[in-house]
């Protein structure tokens, strides 16, 4: 029996798995930092890029979870499984960062007011340095990622290296909100809060979108199935069709088939039959998320 996978390489995942754990080892101190300076030394923006920080780790953990599955077969009820179970855990989190979201601009408009009033005090000066620590680590960061999707080919990878930019842009202008702050306006402390809760909303609107479209998963219905059926046995070198599971994933296509073929063919003519099978499929769906055939010898 010939086996043919078109998926992502072990040695890839790898590389994708080291640096999200090196990752999600500095955002998880870095928003502690953030959360501990944002409450001892009265900083709004700290406390809300805490937040975007923690929520970067939950991204990454997704990412994480992704880059896992590829090792393994899609099609199986094993691995669907997980995969909605993963997406109700999302929409969990989605709802935790919403509400979350939510104190800390309740929080960020109370400082709004008290600054109006002339009442709010400016941050303290370890605010500051948690800001500009931040910055330095989320370039870092970026780079590190930018350099990791660039030898990968990492879609998901380039997506999380902008992230990291983004990150460290946001607390860029946290820092200068505090450090604005101590020179005499501590109402930009509060205002700069406001602008990372909208990015804290974004992050939970985009995590419970992409989790509803994974738990929208289907099966292919008989009219498919029987396209797909035909467009196997146009090629003359099957035979028939020993089992196929087949869904859809969001948007793209995932197949497993076991095929029959000649029972003289060598490995070599096998999976030339292979190679034309997923030329066929793909061809006419060319969504395709993960591909795997079976060449087995007709007199199995």
């Known amino acids: 029996m010939v086996k043919l996978a078109t998926k992502s390489g072990p040695a890839k995942s790898r590389k994708i798995i080291r640096l999200a754990f090196i990752s999600i080892l500095a955002n998880f101190l870095l928003a502690a930092i953030k959360l501990l300076s944002g409450i001892f030394f009265s900083s709004t923006v700290m406390l809300a890029d805490a937040v975007n920080t923690a929520s970067d780790i939950a991204v990454i953990v997704l990412l994480l979870a992704g880059a896992a599955q590829t090792e393994k077969r899609l099609i199986s009820k094993e691995a669907h499984g997980k995969e909605r179970s993963n997406s109700v855990i999302s929409v969990i989190l989605a709802a935790i960062l919403f509400f979350v979201g939510i104190y800390i601009a309740y929080r960020a408009v109370k400082g709004i007011i008290s600054g109006v009033n002339g009442t709010l005090d400016a941050p303290g000066i370890p605010a500051l340095i948690a800001a500009f620590v931040s910055v330095a680590v989320k370039e870092l960061l970026y780079r590190l990622s930018k350099r990791a999707a660039i030898k990968t080919r990492s879609n998901a990878m380039q997506a999380n290296a902008w ?49 509803l479209g994974k738990l929208k998963t289907d099966g292919f219905g008989e009219e498919t199935a029987g396209e797909i059926r035909q467009l196997l046995l146009s090629n003359k070198k099957v035979l028939g069709l020993k089992d196929a599971k087949t869904r859809i994933y969001r948007d793209k296509l995932y197949v497993d088939i076991d095929i029959f073929s000649q029972e003289e063919d060598s490995e070599e003519t096998a999976r030339g039959t292979a190679e034309a099978v997923y030329a066929l499929i793909s061809e006419t769906y060319p969504r395709i998320g993960q591909f795997v055939v079976h060449v087995n010898p007709a007199a199995n």
């Open 163 to 211: 992230d990291h930019r983004r990150d460290a842009l946001t607390s860029a202008g946290g820092f200068f909100a505090i450090l604005g702050a101590r020179l005499g306006f501590p109402i930009l402390d509060p205002i700069a809060g406001a602008v990372v809760c909208l990015l804290i909303f974004k992050v939970a609107v985009d995590i419970f979108l992409d989790a």
